[in-house]
């Protein structure tokens, strides 16, 4: 385990530049751990993606960046995976996003296209967050790669997504959190700047160290602010740990990444029933897209004429 020092902070700058990473921090006097994010560039990508607007972009980023905090769940750099849905009432609709231990996320909402709600806070125009997600309920699947996936819901508390996220860590994982997600979104509907982070203590935790992050999150400004400023992840590591020695535990790069391919489109038509297929065919053709990056993978009359080939030799 290595000091968070001016030096590991140049090798770190050095190393990811402007990349998204995450990293993972422990005082060293005391029984906290923290994950601290950028995820300023899947953020826009994702919003390039799905085309989103505004409002939908901070929505979906959110849920990204939240997904990706909630990985501290699994076993770091694995194939292990957590699927976060809000289903609220809102005219979002649908929000999904899924994240593997290795950094790699991906994520919709189902309608992108959502109007832009804001509300004051402090004299400042805000994205109202919550009324474009409504009430309802947050689930949190976590898949360890073997036997059935462990799925968890609770209500939502707020919509704004970080604590609600904190409220599922309370009620279903009984594990005390901070959580703290952003995304700032610019005049041209670009993702400037977002990030989050999920400071959580470990057992043995001392009463002073606890109300001291508290006190030191209560300090802290938005992260998308800290983000935009050019605070990187070991800045506000050391912002969450003020009057700590930060240790680094681990790195992790993040990128948005889906896993679909026009194999796996594929083998969507291939459960179609058979007169549908058929009809498919007849239409010349079917675009298949997929729901979590937008990615369309279209089939020819040909291609389809095979996969119902295959299709009945399945059955037979
Ligand atoms: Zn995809």
């Known amino acids: 385990m290595k ?23 422990v005082p060293k006097e005391d029984a906290i751990r923290a994950l601290v994010v950028k995820t300023t560039n899947l953020c826009e990508i994702a919003r390039l993606r799905h085309k989103t607007s505004p409002i939908a972009t901070a929505v979906l980023g959110r849920a990204l960046t939240g997904a990706i905090l909630l990985t501290s769940l699994l076993k770091h750099g694995t194939e292990q995976r957590i699927l976060l849905k809000i289903e609220g009432d809102g005219p979002i609709g649908l929000v999904v996003a899924e994240a593997n231990a290795k950094g790699e996320v991906r994520g919709f909402v189902q309608n992108p296209n959502v109007p832009t709600f804001t509300k004051k806070v402090n004299g400042t125009k805000k994205f109202d967050i ?20 462990y799925e968890s819901t609770v209500p ?10 904190a409220y599922y ?27 989050g982070f999920l400071a959580q203590p470990l057992p043995g935790v001392t009463e002073e ?13 938005p992260i998308s602010t800290l983000v935009k400023n050019g605070k990187r992840p070991e800045d506000i590591v050391e912002m969450l740990f003020e009057g700590f020695t930060p240790n680094l535990l681990a790195l992790k790069e993040l990128s948005f990444k889906c896993k679909c391919s026009k194999e796996v489109a594929e083998g969507g038509i291939l459960v179609f029933p058979e007169d549908e297929i058929e009809a498919l065919i007849k239409e010349g053709g079917v675009s298949i897209k997929c729901n979590f990056c937008n990615e369309e993978y279209f089939f020819n009359k040909e291609e389809l004429e095979k996969i119902l080939e295959e299709r009945k030799k399945n059955t037979n």
């Open 3 to 25: 000091e968070i020092n001016s030096q590991v902070k140049d090798d770190l700058k050095n190393y990811f530049q402007d990349r998204d990473y995450g990293v993972v921090a």
């Open 130 to 149: 919550a009324k474009a997600v409504g009430k309802g309920t947050l689930t949190v699947v976590k898949d360890f790669g073997f036997g059935t996936p």
């Open 156 to 165: 939502l508390v707020s919509g704004e997504i970080a604590e609600d996220i």
């Open 169 to 195: 860590l309370l009620k279903s994982e009984q594990i005390p959190s901070a959580v703290s997600l952003g995304v700032l979104v610019g005049e041209t509907g670009k993702v400037e700047a977002a990030g």
């Open 209 to 221: 160290a606890i109300s001291r992050l508290e006190e030191n999150v209560k300090k802290m400004p």
